[in-house]
């Protein structure tokens, strides 16, 4: 794996908002950053195809395992109030976008390992999806990339569309001030109505519940089928989200409240339990010191890679803050990431049910945070 030095487009930052990318930049300098492109080989390409279909089989089974364990379920953060509904959803396997986006720490060598999930309220979608095919179009148009992500998320919007009812789905966010949420809604929101579906949008705090529990949106209609850009964990500790519980079955939740048996980080060590020495993982425990002394510690739950310390016998490399409850904590064998000269890539791999659609790639120290810059890619052969 390669990082060619490259000239910015003039106007870059026109062209990049006009597709959708209004976060490109801030006072800090560009997010977006084209002043650089990573280049795979078609052989690299196959295998972190490889790594991200084979995790996904083994994020399958380990839903399994911690479905039929109270106490696992419990150390993956999901509130006693929730396990009935996340082990019901789980075995009734709902209609889902079933998409995310594994991290991956690689530098082009061995086998691609796995550094954690993004699979309930995945972000950098837009980017990895619509905006470095455009670049990549200007710039390399010889060139291919690893990206079927639009194709295959529209594809999955037609594969499920007959059985949202009335073949209507609402869909949700916070109001962000960047518009990073709103923009990647609305973008799912366009795939769906390319489906065929109608849509109608609100914010999140606009959807509210009558009498009877229905969940209904800012004009009273109830709300069948529902996408939304909000974590479960959050909305599973607010009063709202234990109100639905009784009607939950009642409307389609996209993506589904299983999901919260991915979107935690404790998962990692229950894979590692169940897949010793899978040359995609990496050693993880919820045990301080059972990984060895070169470790991440990361929360349970949480975000954009806040409360994180990388220490190394008993040196702490980097860490970062956040609000985060850092009592419960995983451990993770730190992996020796590659700086190719402006930091460490992290290969975020795209899932679509199953099959492995796409890469973007972002950038950062030793903690990916949100601070971290993507950069596109091209295959060079």
Same mark, same amino acid.
């Given at each position: 794996m390669q990082r060619l030095t490259l000239e910015?487009?003039?106007?870059?930052?026109?062209?990049? &908002?006009?597709?959708?990318?209004?976060?490109?930049?801030? &006072?800090?300098?560009?997010? @977006?950053?084209?002043?650089?492109?990573?280049?795979?080989?078609? +052989?690299?390409? +196959?295998?972190?195809?490889?790594?991200?279909?084979?995790v996904h089989r083994l994020y399958l089974e380990a839903g399994d395992a911690i479905v039929r364990d109270d106490?696992?379920?419990?150390?993956?953060?999901?509130?006693?109030?929730?396990?009935?509904?996340?082990?019901?959803?789980?075995?009734?396997?709902?209609p889902a976008l079933d998409f995310g986006r594994f991290d991956f720490a690689w530098d082009g060598t061995g086998q691609p390992r796995l550094l954690e999930y993004n699979c309930d309220t995945p972000t950098?979608?837009?980017?990895?999806?619509?905006?470095? @095919?455009?670049?990549?179009?200007?710039?390399?148009? %010889?060139?291919?990339?690893?990206?079927?992500?639009?194709?295959?998320?529209?594809?999955?919007?037609?594969?499920?569309?007959? &059985?949202?009812?009335?073949?209507?789905? @609402?869909?949700?966010?916070?109001?962000?001030?960047?518009?990073? %949420?709103t923009m990647t809604t609305t973008y799912l929101r366009d795939l769906a109505e390319q489906a065929g579906l109608e849509t109608r949008?609100?914010?999140?705090?606009?959807?509210?519940?009558?009498?009877?529990?229905?969940?209904? %949106?800012? %004009?009273?209609?109830?709300?069948?089928a529902l996408f939304k850009l909000y974590p479960w964990e959050w909305l599973a500790a607010e009063e709202f989200g234990q109100a639905i519980l009784p009607r939950m079955a009642e409307t389609i939740w996209l993506e589904p409240v299983w999901k919260m048996l991915w979107s935690n980080k404790a998962v990692l060590a229950v894979l590692w339990d169940l897949f010793p020495d899978h040359?995609?993982?990496?050693?993880?425990?919820?045990i301080p010191g059972a990984v060895g002394p070169d470790f991440v510690a990361k929360p349970v739950l949480a975000r954009e890679g806040a409360n994180i310390e990388v220490v190394s016998h008993g040196k702490i490399l980097a860490r970062s803050h956040g609000s985060y409850d850092a009592?419960?904590?995983?451990?993770?064998?730190?992996?020796?990431?590659?700086?190719?000269?402006?930091?460490?890539?992290?290969?975020g791999s795209w899932i679509v049910a199953g099959e492995a659609a796409g890469l973007g790639i972002r950038e950062d120290g030793l903690i990916t945070g949100n601070r971290a810059r993507f950069v596109p890619h091209i295959i060079l052969d």
């Open positions: 910015p487009r003039p106007g870059w930052q026109a062209s990049v &908002a006009e597709l959708g990318l209004l976060w490109h930049s801030d &006072a800090d300098g560009p997010y @977006w950053d084209e002043s650089a492109a990573y280049a795979l080989s078609m +052989e690299q390409v +196959e295998t972190l195809e490889t790594a991200t279909e084979e106490l696992l379920m419990a150390s993956c953060g999901i509130p006693g109030t929730y396990h009935r509904a996340v082990r019901e959803a789980w075995q009734r396997r709902g950098s979608l837009l980017e990895a999806s619509i905006i470095q @095919w455009y670049w990549k179009e200007e710039r390399f148009p %010889d060139r291919d990339q690893f990206n079927s992500l639009h194709e295959k998320l529209l594809a999955r919007w037609q594969a499920i569309s007959g &059985a949202m009812p009335g073949r209507r789905v @609402w869909f949700t966010h916070v109001a962000d001030h960047a518009h990073e %949420d949008g609100l914010l999140i705090e606009q959807i509210g519940l009558d009498a009877n529990g229905h969940v209904l %949106d800012q %004009d009273d209609y109830r709300i069948t040359p995609n993982l990496l050693p993880a425990s919820l009592s419960r904590m995983v451990y993770q064998q730190r992996y020796p990431l590659k700086d190719f000269g402006r930091g460490y890539p992290v290969l």
